[in-house]
């Protein structure tokens, strides 16, 4: 049997093995780019990506990592690839720290540039001044709804594009620079996170310690790194920024929080399976415009997902509806679909997120 030092060593030999292999990656990358940018070619290609990620989890058969395992390690992969292709930028919905943060850099990983913006238009400007190559925007949660400034804004920023989408789960964590929770004395969050913790707070018998509210939980992370005696409710990323310790993972008191994201950028996804497309479709103002709109999405037989009514910012009391089906919007059933309404928005089409 192998002692400690023996094992050490062993691993020593394989992470030479791995980086070597990793380099000649990475060679092969820089002349994929090369190609790419003399063809203009897009940096980021999510089915590609996917597609290599299916491929690896079919051949890990008899092994100790997982399929989230292979994901995450391959996710930063990519994202060191595009950034040797092309330095990639990314604004989010800030501040830094926050669950819009986690998303994209859970896409774009560690070596790309983040721009922490103040709002969701803010994002949005910031991509259509060409100031970053992408946007990460929250666009609903599974328990609290649409964002409706994201569809307000995909209708204002028509030279903005729906590229991608990521689903998340939504997870708080307690941090604290104190690993014995009788010395804490102080709880930062902000109200939201600290309600959706509450059986957690009462079952370790926190609920008597005094509750200080922020801004965002992760400004409850950065005012935790500087009090010993205080704790936080925060995401993983907040607490990882500002160095204070995970003492619980996962507090919420519901499991199933997730939140959808979109990637936003200025070129067209190209026309591919397994694709979805969202629309902003105006009606006429009569009787049965919206059941009109929708038979012929029935006639088609195209799966709609989702179907949010926005209002149109007017005096007259009109809404317009936003509409994710099925498809890309080059395929013909789709053009069939749409063909009759005279007043649309195509929002962008892109690879449905498993």
């Not at 002692?3 to 030999?13: F, Q, W």
């Not at 008899?62 to 292979?70: G, V």
């Not at 328990?143 to 594009?161: N, P, Q, R, S, Y």
Request: proline share 3%; with cysteine; hydrophobic share 40%.
């Amino acid at each position: 049997m192998m002692n400690l030092e023996d094992l050490r060593a062993k691993i020593d030999e394989i992470d030479n093995e791995i980086l070597k292999l990793l380099g000649k990656r990475m060679s092969y990358v820089k002349s994929v780019g090369e190609l790419k940018y003399k063809n203009k070619g897009q940096i980021y290609r999510p089915e590609r990506e996917l597609a290599i990620i299916k491929r690896l989890k079919s051949l890990n058969q008899q092994s100790l990592l997982d399929e989230e395992a292979i994901e995450a390690i391959y996710q930063e992969i990519f994202a060191v690839s595009r950034n040797l292709e092309k330095p990639q930028s990314v604004a989010y919905l800030g501040p830094e720290g926050s669950y819009t943060h986690q998303a994209a850099q859970a896409r774009f990983g560690t070596m790309s540039v983040y721009r922490a913006l103040a709002t969701i238009e803010d994002v949005f400007k910031e991509l259509a001044n060409k100031e970053v190559n992408y946007a990460v925007v929250p666009i609903e949660n599974n328990t609290e709804g649409a964002v409706g400034i994201t569809m307000d804004c995909l209708a204002k920023f028509k030279e903005i594009k729906i590229f991608g989408e990521l689903y998340m789960d939504i997870h708080h964590s307690f941090v604290s620079l104190n690993d014995d929770l009788k010395q804490i004395k102080r709880i930062y969050s902000h109200p939201q996170g600290y309600n959706q913790c509450h059986n957690f707070i009462q079952s370790h018998n926190l609920n008597e310690i005094e509750f200080i509210a922020s801004k965002s939980t992760a400004n409850a992370a950065f005012l935790a790194s500087k009090d010993e005696y205080s704790a936080a409710i925060c995401s993983k990323i907040a607490a990882k920024l500002y160095k204070v310790p995970v003492l619980f993972e996962k507090i919420e008191d519901n499991a199933a929080n997730r939140t959808r994201f979109l990637i936003l950028n200025e070129n067209k996804f190209p026309q591919m399976p397994n694709c979805k497309t969202s629309i902003l479709a105006h009606t006429a103002d009569k009787p049965g415009a919206l059941f009109d709109l929708l038979s012929s999405f029935k006639k088609e037989n195209i799966n709609i997902y989702r179907l949010e009514s926005r209002p149109v910012k007017s005096k007259d009391f009109l809404h317009s509806f936003y509409i994710d089906f099925e498809g890309h919007i080059d395929d013909a059933i789709v053009q069939k679909a749409i063909g009759s309404l005279k007043e649309l928005v195509w929002l962008g089409s892109y690879l449905k997120a498993e």
